[in-house]
């Protein structure tokens, strides 16, 4: 799939995500900002499982600033194009300090989790990929790891209150 | 790939578990599935903590210890379940041993629960038998007796001359019968124990009062106590009775007095097979063998079946009477529990003190 492709289909994407949680003439502008930087800053990545994630990940960080910039002055979704700054991936203090709270709600919640989702957790932490989990954890097929892996997800997800973000809670 | 198993693939992307071609084809499918656009976008921000070592190690650790491999761990308890089986075994003798003890000691001794008429039913709260530790070579007696009574007598009772000792039914198996020697251990051992359990005893009210043969025109007169020994007992019906100027032994009437040169007997008619003997404690204090008869079921006997029993002088007499019965070692004969023991009584024997004082 070339380059071009993959950015016209991923602009659908954002624009369709973002519009979920901003508005729709934000989520449009959102969109254009986040395939501006794929242009100008990550011209040299090419592939799809780089560009998708990348995107993502652009995406989420312009969704959060433009949150934190409207709570500051007070409004709601009513954010002009001409506010929205481009995001610097290098993490930002606000940053930080969300990824903090996460991590610190993220470990209390792992450690409430059952013993076969805690070593589920730890074999993919530790960069096992899921053949190699179903070997350790000697399940029959790898059918039931992915069932094991959506409920403890699930049951995580749970345990956090729903969301990952503790922000949004 | 179908959808069903893109989605499959979703719980690896925060965690960097998929592998390129998942990772491609998760990625493909998520261009033209806006549901699993979304997810993956929502998956970004664990993704992001995750991605940094640090917050990997610090949730890895959250985690806690891993746990051996599914092997070692079957192997370690493979390891374990000898030592388990040996330690179940281990208990399962003890438990056995310990259930097995009980029952041994409630089925050699019995003993009885001697209840007037009258006083049956003040009585029935009484202390139940309780097992009692004996020393080594003794015959261990089951037993937990109530309060030597000693009532007045009522000026105008009209007693009956049958006595029904216990309430407890129980037709036990003919066997062999204690030999005599053996029934002179269980007296003695009875006696230690029965002097032991009276000192704390308060004085019950006189309607409980025990066994008296005959309504006395004064109650300091004459008297015929019966010690009540608590215990399961098969029914036993005695009597005491008294000779008379034609030589023949009737029951003693209503306000009779025992005097000096009466010759009496006890008539007991036991409810199952045995042997019934009668002591009468010695001037020594020793226990003294009166008479000793094999007996059936339902059939009446007097002891001593020649003679009597006479005091030449005064005298405050200590009869026992002692019912064995045929040893019951069958299990099916033990009862199971402490009240089916009380009232089935299983074999062993059953003792009733009589106290007589002649003037």
């Known amino acids: 799939m070339e380059r071009e492709e993959i950015l016209l289909k991923l602009r659908e994407r954002i624009v369709a995500f973002a519009a979920s949680r901003l508005g729709g003439d934000t989520a449009e502008d959102l969109a254009q900002e986040v395939l501006i930087l794929l242009h100008e800053k990550y011209n040299h990545v090419n592939q799809l499982e780089e560009l998708v994630p990348l995107s993502l990940q652009i995406a989420r960080f312009k969704i959060m600033s433009l949150r934190r910039k409207s709570q500051r002055h007070g409004e709601s979704t009513q954010v002009s194009i001409a506010d929205i700054q481009l995001p610097d991936l290098d993490a930002d203090p606000a940053t930080l300090v969300e990824r903090k709270l996460m991590l610190e709600h993220l470990t209390r919640a792992v450690g409430q989790l059952g013993e076969r989702c805690r070593d589920l957790l730890r074999l993919k932490l530790q960069g096992h990929d899921f053949a190699e989990i179903q070997k350790r954890m000697g399940a029959q097929s790898i059918n039931t790891i992915y069932t094991w892996d959506h409920r403890c997800r699930k049951q995580l997800l749970e345990l956090m209150g729903g969301d990952w973000e503790p922000e949004k809670r | ?359």
């Open chain 2, 1 to 359: 790939m179908s959808r069903e198993d893109i989605q499959k693939l979703l719980g690896g992307y925060a965690t960097h578990t998929l592998t390129a071609e998942e990772r491609r084809a998760l990625f493909e499918a998520a261009l033209d599935d806006q549901e699993l656009f979304d997810a993956l976008a929502k998956e970004q921000a664990l993704r992001e903590v995750l991605q940094d070592p640090p917050a990997r190690q610090q949730v890895i650790e959250a985690l806690g210890p891993a746990r051996e491999p599914r092997p070692a761990r079957a192997w370690h308890w493979l390891r374990r379940t000898p030592a388990l089986a040996m330690a179940g075994l281990v208990v399962l003798i003890v438990a056995g041993m310990v259930l097995r003890l009980p029952k041994q000691a409630r089925h050699e001794v019995i003993v009885a629960d001697a209840v007037s008429p009258q006083a049956a039913t003040p009585q029935s709260g009484a202390p139940h038998p309780t097992t009692t530790g004996l020393p080594e070579n003794a015959l261990p007696l089951t037993l937990s007796r109530k309060a030597k009574q000693t009532a007045r007598l009522p000026e105008s009772a009209a007693l009956g001359d049958q006595h029904v000792l216990s309430e407890a039914a129980n037709k036990p198996a003919a066997a062999p019968v204690p030999s005599q020697p053996e029934a002179v251990g269980a007296m003695r051992q009875l006696d230690e124990l029965t002097k032991k359990s009276q000192a704390p005893q308060p004085p019950p009210p006189a309607p409980s009062a025990n066994f008296v043969v005959g309504a006395l025109p004064s109650a300091s007169l004459s008297r015929a106590k019966v010690q009540t020994i608590t215990g399961a007992i098969a029914d036993i019906k005695y009597t005491v009775v008294l000779k008379g100027a034609d030589g023949t032994y009737t029951p003693a009437p209503p306000g009779n007095v025992f005097h000096i040169g009466d010759s009496i007997r006890i008539q007991a008619e036991p409810a199952a097979a045995g042997r019934l003997s009668l002591f009468r404690r010695g001037a020594g204090g020793d226990w003294e063998a009166v008479s000793s008869l094999d007996v059936e079921n339902g059939q009446r006997y007097e002891l001593p079946s020649s003679g009597g029993i006479e005091s030449p002088t005064p005298a405050h007499l200590e009869l026992r009477l002692l019912f064995s019965r045929p040893d019951q070692s069958s299990q099916a004969m033990l009862p199971r529990s402490d009240a089916a023991a009380q009232q089935a009584g299983a074999a062993g024997y059953a003792a009733i003190k009589i106290e007589l004082e002649f003037r």
